[in-house]
């Protein structure tokens, strides 16, 4: 042990700084906004974008801190200018096409579009966190005007540029992606409260025999839950790829084959989060304007009732199909194919190629979602199904979120470890 101790230094300083940064976040997370009392702590409603955030910042929404929007404008920035790219700003596309220094033009760009984001999502919050559901109920401790709910949107953007700031310094000193780390600890940092809510519902005073064979049932579901995660998330399609002769070192190298890789969920959790998001927005919105009767747009937009049900999957099917044909375009990896003197077996390098590959990725991609959709529909089912309370909130999403990130952390810890074998060996 003391010998792994010693050739492991610096991996383990990497762990460290890694667990420090997270448990600095998770102190900023109980600070709340300056000018505001918390009276009524507890679990904000997922049926609308406050509930559905506050499940990735562990709780910080809920408690109306300074952090309580998360790392999330960011992960919207990097999504938007993923959409600008695509000849919408013909500078972006440009940048993307320059290698690093344009990689790091455009990732500066990110963060700007991000802050804005986090400043608009402040206003948001803000002014609507008091028109919300009780269970996040604050009170002003003074008399609220422009300037106050100005300073209060500074001080959430501000915090959102430390989580920011925080994550680029776990992903340069610590182990992982820093922004997925955060996220993860969030996620993971609701389990005690999810446990505790179902031991409370099912083992309580007035647990029966079928009480308790129900929470053995869902304690086996998210199990089953992860295990398919991992299972389905390793999956991908292989496309033979050839690389035709070519001259190295005065001599010819034969044919060279190289499996072009197709991931089963490409898209990976950004279809829920878009879906989840569109339907969100309009109930969130009748929270605000305070709507006396909301019926009708709970039956058309709550994911908890049928109508709303089926609109999220269908959400969730259109936009994995159009992630995934943009994070893959057909057209251009049969160009940059063609470019590389490499080619399909059995098909024309050019257009050819490029048709094969969208029927290709049109099924994988069909799979994907359709994964995608079941994994989602999952949680929602079972809270039907056995009635389970606001608390548990933790779905089959956030459980990839946390399986991917687990099983990306092991890979990079793996191969940190294997560094430092071979520096100590040479």
């Known amino acids: 042990m003391a010998k792994w101790l010693s050739k492991n230094k610096k991996l ?3 762990i460290l700084f890694t667990l420090g940064a997270l448990l600095v976040w998770r102190f900023g997370t109980k600070i709340t906004v300056p000018l505001f009392s918390v009276k009524n702590l507890g679990t904000s409603d997922s049926s609308n974008i406050f509930g559905f955030l506050d499940i990735f910042t562990g709780g910080a929404l809920s408690q109306f801190s300074i952090l309580a929007l998360g790392i999330s404008p960011y992960i919207t920035s990097s999504i938007v ?26 990732s500066q760009w990110t963060r700007y579009i991000a802050l804005m984001l986090a400043f608009a999502q402040s206003i948001t919050v803000i002014i609507g966190v008091g028109h919300s559901s009780e269970s996040l109920y604050f009170e002003p401790l003074i008399d609220m005007n422009a300037f106050t709910y100005l300073y209060m ?76 995660v991992v299972w389905f998330e390793g999956i991908h399609r292989h496309i033979p790829v050839q690389y035709a002769n070519r001259p190295s070192a005065y001599r010819l190298i034969g044919k060279q084959d190289s499996p072009l890789s197709i991931k089963l969920n490409s898209a990976s ?21 305070g709507v006396e009767d909301a019926t009708w747009w709970n039956i058309i937009f709550s994911t908890n009732k049928p109508i709303g049900f089926v609109i999220y999957i269908l959400l969730i099917f259109v936009f994995s199909f159009f992630y995934s044909f943009l994070q893959i375009d057909p057209d251009k990896v049969a160009d940059n194919l063609k470019k590389q003197n490499a080619y399909v077996p059995g098909y024309k390098p050019g257009e050819e190629t490029a ?21 989602a529909s999952l949680p929602i089912i079972i809270s039907w199904i056995f009635g389970l309370g606001a608390s548990v909130s933790i779905g089959g999403t956030s459980i990839m979120i946390v399986v991917g990130v687990a099983i990306e952390t092991a890979k990079q810890i793996k191969q940190e470890s294997e560094k430092q074998d071979v520096h100590g060996f040479l």
């Open 12 to 14: 383990i300083l990497m």
């Open 81 to 106: 200018v993923e959409l600008l790219k695509m000849d919408i700003i013909p500078q972006f596309k440009e940048w993307s096409e320059e290698g690093e220094a344009g990689r790091a033009k455009l």
């Open 153 to 228: 949107a500074l001080v959430m953007t501000a915090g959102t540029a430390f989580v920011m700031w925080l994550a680029d310094q776990i992903s340069l000193h610590g182990i992982g992606n820093g922004g997925s780390m955060i996220i993860v600890a969030g996620i993971v940092s609701q389990l005690p409260s999810m446990f505790t809510e179902l031991a409370t519902q099912f083992l309580g005073d007035e647990r029966t025999t079928w009480t308790i064979i129900q929470f053995v049932i869902i304690c086996l579901l998210f199990v089953g839950i992860i295990v398919a």
């Open 355 to 375: 048709d094969f590959l969208s029927r290709v990725l049109f099924k994988v991609t069909l799979l994907g979602a359709t994964y995608l959709a079941v994994l």
């Open 269 to 289: 959790v950004i279809p829920v989060i878009f879906a989840s998001t569109i339907l969100s927005i309009p109930l969130t919105i009748v929270n605000f304007v």
